[in-house]
């Protein structure tokens, strides 16, 4: 045995008997510099880590008394300068003898209970206002995503343990609300760590209660940190979370988690929304389609539920139950869903998501003729009450016609099928930003070079509906655009729709203050 190591791991289990004896407190100064020094050579050199984890006297009894001390600490409080410094130390020196050491890390696993006790006491709302003591928090996760790092058996353990720990005891979610952002960082990249190429623990956190109280607690950190600054620890740690989100949509786990964060009584949860956000984020950057076909049967379920929806409240804002006149009277007020504005918000993004994967399916199969039209599926999707998408779209998009003026130049411009009782208040809410726009794309996208559907939509009506759409709407931005495009997919080959269009006369025209004027004789539709 080098002598050297010898003496190495004689002082180390020298050091933390004086410091844990009855009169050791004096001992803690002499214990944390002892620690640090030699915290700083493990880092630098692998061959160390190994000869400290594996000759004797052996370290692992002498470090599991010290975290045992440090959770059962007698003035256990964050605010404690002393208990801060030696847990720093402590949480050093672990997470770097483990450092890539499977054998460490086998025998430093032993010391996770009375780690994740620390955790509990440092991750409590008193310890989040002592700002002293976040480098200790940040250094005990640290410690605890290497001991498990790389190591498949010790990170199962770990992923099971606290997926089903006493609703009071989840540090993952108590961490999580941590406002120190590189604790968040650290705690992420841990939680990546965990469920990387495993489709075991990708499960529990989808499928599991506890599982979805954390992922409801990661997307409200989300949220909170889309707006750090760029190349700060709140910044990567975002990108952390997007990227745990995206090793779930990879795993094809987005229906469980989807339907994990739903609240009953609700259309549709905010959570659901931040989670369609990353969503469609996640496929807007995406390439490869046969990933995405167990998304299309959950995305068509959403856009049927929220479009249903929709159209519930419109008609009801438009046509309520009293039957006395239009004036925005608070009996009038009544009809107004609250809501709609907020599932409009979610069905831009559900349609924006079943565009991206409709468009890469065509692509794909422009290359492989045999891969999986995933168009079809949407196309042949039906609600609960037997609606189809194409009856779904055009019949929403007629409603949303009558119920929202287009704004031309700031200002709303009022046609002869706009409900002119309508409160601007609730009109001009951001939540139908886009929505024009989105649904006659998709219309667009589904019927190019499918006869079948180009049928459907003239069959249901849309035909006039869509060419009302080659309009300047500011809230709809390029609307005349991507109904002319639409029309255009429309048309192609299909004689019965070109018919339909040129049997149609403008039922009036646009002056130049964008007011709309009836012209005589028109066809009306």
């Not at 120190?180 to 495993?198: E, Y």
């Amino acid at each position: 045995m080098d002598s050297d190591q010898y003496s190495l791991n004689v002082r180390f289990c020298e050091i933390c008997a004086g410091c844990l004896s009855k009169s050791g407190k004096d001992s803690v100064p002499s214990l944390t510099r002892a620690l640090d020094t030699i915290a700083s050579d493990l880092a630098k050199d692998g061959d160390l880590r190994i000869r400290m984890g594996s000759e004797n006297p052996s370290i692992w009894p002498s470090l599991q008394q010290l975290w045992n001390f440090l959770a059962d600490y007698p003035s256990a409080d964050a605010d404690v300068a002393e208990l801060r410094v030696l847990v720093i130390s402590v949480a050093r020196f672990t997470r770097n003898i483990v450092a890539g050491v499977a054998a460490n890390q086998q025998n430093a696993f032993a010391v996770e209970p009375a780690l994740r006790r620390v955790l509990h006491l440092y991750s409590s709302w008193s310890a989040f206002q002592v700002t002293d003591s976040f480098p200790a928090t940040r250094m005990a996760v640290q410690a605890l995503s290497n001991i498990v790092t790389t190591n498949e058996d010790l990170t199962s353990r770990l992923w099971n343990t606290y997926l089903t720990l006493p609703e009071e005891q989840v540090i993952l979610i108590r961490l999580l609300g941590s406002p120190d952002h590189k604790t968040i960082l650290s705690l992420l990249i841990l939680m990546v760590n965990c469920i990387h190429d495993s489709s075991e623990r990708r499960s529990l956190l989808t499928k599991s209660r506890g599982g979805a109280r954390i992922c409801i607690t990661l997307l409200d950190r989300v949220v909170l940190l889309y707006d750090a600054e760029e190349s700060s620890d709140g910044a990567k740690a975002f990108d952390y979370g997007y990227h745990l989100f995206a090793h779930l949509f990879d795993g094809g786990f987005t229906p469980d988690l989807y339907n994990s964060l739903s609240v009953e009584g609700e259309v549709i949860a905010q959570h659901q929304t931040t989670l369609l956000k990353l969503l469609d984020s996640y496929l807007q950057s995406s390439q490869i389609c046969p990933i995405h076909c167990d998304m299309c049967p959950m995305l068509s379920e959403i856009f049927f539920s929220l479009s249903s929806y929709s159209q519930s409240a419109i008609i009801r804002a438009i046509n309520p139950i009293n039957s006395e006149p239009l004036d925005g009277s608070i009996e009038h007020l009544q009809e107004l869903d609250l809501l709609l504005p907020k599932t409009c918000e979610a069905l831009v993004l559900a349609t924006q998501c079943i565009v991206k994967i409709s468009l890469l399916s065509e692509d794909q199969r422009t290359v492989d003729s045999s891969a999986v039209d995933l168009r079809a599926i949407f196309r042949d999707a039906n609600s609960t009450d037997g609606q189809g998408i194409a009856e779904s779209i055009i019949e929403l998009l007629r409603l949303l016609d009558a119920f929202l003026p287009r704004i031309y130049f700031g200002k709303p411009v009022i046609g002869p099928t706009t409900d002119r009782s309508i409160p601007s208040s609730v009109a001009e809410s951001n939540g139908f930003s886009y929505l024009k726009r989105d649904l006659v794309r998709l219309v667009g996208v589904l019927c190019h070079r499918d006869k079948t559907f180009q049928d459907h939509i003239r069959i249901c009506g849309g035909i006039p509906v869509i060419m009302n759409m080659c309009v300047v709407d500011e809230r709809n931005p390029y609307l005349r655009e991507h109904a002319i495009l639409t029309l255009r997919n429309l048309l192609e080959g299909n004689m019965e729709n070109q018919d339909e269009v040129n049997s149609i006369q403008p039922s009036g025209y646009w002056d130049e203050a964008g007011v709309l004027h009836e012209k005589v004789g028109a066809t009306l539709r």
